[in-house]
């Protein structure tokens, strides 16, 4: 997964309740297409753990045509547990508007997280296993 600091909503940004993301991407004209013909994700990237007392979070990819009044145009589902390095991805639709941000909606008490997140070409789905095989000797 390659990352591009123009494409970057947030860069480890604190959270300890509802906000929106530190930056707000310019696609550069009305009604743009985010991926240019092909299909881009909005990857949220948690480096701390989820905490407070029964926190949930979601994540809102928002568009606006005037960079002023949002739209809410994808979401993911409320996550009750996010460890430090998880991830939540986000197929970002084609058309939003010239302007997108990320909202981060957080509920629960004293909620708190910190969060880096972007839009990326593709989802990371590189895992690594152990080693299945039978050692001979």
Not at 44 to 58: A, I, R, V, W
């Amino acid at each position: 997964m390659i990352i591009d600091h123009q494409l970057r909503f947030s860069n480890s940004q604190a959270l300890t309740a509802t906000a929106v993301s530190e930056n707000v991407i310019d696609l550069g004209y009305a009604d743009a297409d985010a991926g240019t013909g092909e299909q881009v994700y909005l990857v949220l990237h948690f480096e701390t753990e989820l905490g407070g007392t029964s926190p949930t979070f979601q994540l809102e990819l928002q568009g606006s045509a005037d960079n002023s009044t949002f739209n809410t145009v994808a979401l993911t589902k409320e996550v009750t547990e996010a460890p430090a390095d998880g991830l939540l991805v986000l197929p970002v639709p084609r058309h939003n508007g010239r302007y997108l941000r990320a909202n981060y909606v957080l509920g629960g008490t004293s909620p708190t997280a910190t969060v880096s997140a972007g839009i990326v070409e593709s989802e990371q789905a590189w895992r690594a296993y152990p080693d299945a095989l039978d050692k001979v000797e």
